[in-house]
């Protein structure tokens, strides 16, 4: 106000922001990888400058990756982990994607690195005299199957076999003998070479009567598609009975579990 005349000033609202970046694309879920695999991480951003790829180990911090004999493509949105070993079992991985902003570092979701020995296991099951148990048989990354063949041994005295099911579609069609008692036998073929992931292969049905080991025979192979042995670890399993409640005081053949009573 000057002079006794007022002054009309009026205000218009607004916004302040700024061109970030924003990832449309980024990792997601353990990467799974057999010794000696090779894998690639992607991550997509607009509104970037540059990207750089980092690592963790299990408890510990996160540091920035430099191309060499283990990666390729650390300051790329690629990038490449070359013929992994056991060392980098749980690792994790992320971008960080640099821009000319604040904040100028944005990180994406991280993935974690399971390397394991390929392996085909057998599961191992507790449950009462009389219960009907499934025992899985389990894979983790094994690459380049061609065929297996794996002679399943139990004791028929204590498992009652009842049948196979719910097999994986990477093992079809599989085979399945069982016409001697106390061995299973379970064959695959395939034409062209295929990688068993982590996951169950089929399940075995029995009734447990009393406890027995459930191991693989020396028979047991898993080939390429020439018949070279692969190097692949077989585990047993087994299944447990549960025992009598003695320390209660009830005589041997009394189970408090399942129905029993």
Same mark, same amino acid.
């Given at each position: ?6 002054? =009309? ?21 353990? +990467? ?37 004999? =283990? ?9 490449? +982990? ?91 069609? +599989? ?87």
């Amino acid at each position: 106000q000057s002079g006794g005349s007022s002054l =009309q000033v009026s205000y218009q609202s607004g916004t302040v922001g700024y061109n970030g970046a924003t990832l449309t694309q980024q990792p997601t879920g353990n +990467i799974n990888l057999a010794p000696g695999q090779s894998t690639s991480l992607v991550v997509a951003a607009t509104g970037q400058s540059a990207f750089r790829w980092q690592s963790r180990s299990t408890g510990g911090t996160w540091v920035n990756l430099t191309d060499g004999a =283990q990666y390729s493509g650390t300051g790329t949105s690629e990038l490449t +982990i070359l013929s992994v070993a056991l060392a980098l079992n749980g690792t994790e991985y992320r971008a960080g994607v640099l821009q000319p902003t604040c904040p100028d570092t944005i990180f994406s979701q991280s993935r974690t690195l399971v390397v394991q020995n390929p392996s085909i296991a057998l599961g191992t099951t507790t449950a009462c005299p009389g219960d009907t148990i499934e025992i899985q048989v389990n894979s983790t990354v094994v690459p380049n199957v061609g065929s297996f063949e794996l002679d399943i041994d139990y004791n028929p005295q204590n498992l009652r076999f009842l049948g196979t099911f719910g097999f994986s579609s990477l093992i079809a069609p +599989i085979n399945i003998v069982a016409n001697t008692p106390g061995r299973i036998r379970a064959s695959f073929t395939s034409v062209i070479p295929i990688g068993l992931v982590p996951e169950t292969l089929f399940h075995i049905r029995f009734i447990g009567r009393n406890s027995s080991s459930i191991s693989f025979a020396a028979s047991s192979e898993v080939a390429d598609t020439a018949g070279a042995a692969l190097n692949v670890l077989l585990v047993n399993g087994a299944f447990t009975a549960t025992t009598p409640h003695a320390e209660l005081g009830l005589p041997d053949t009394t189970y408090l579990c399942g129905n029993n009573s």
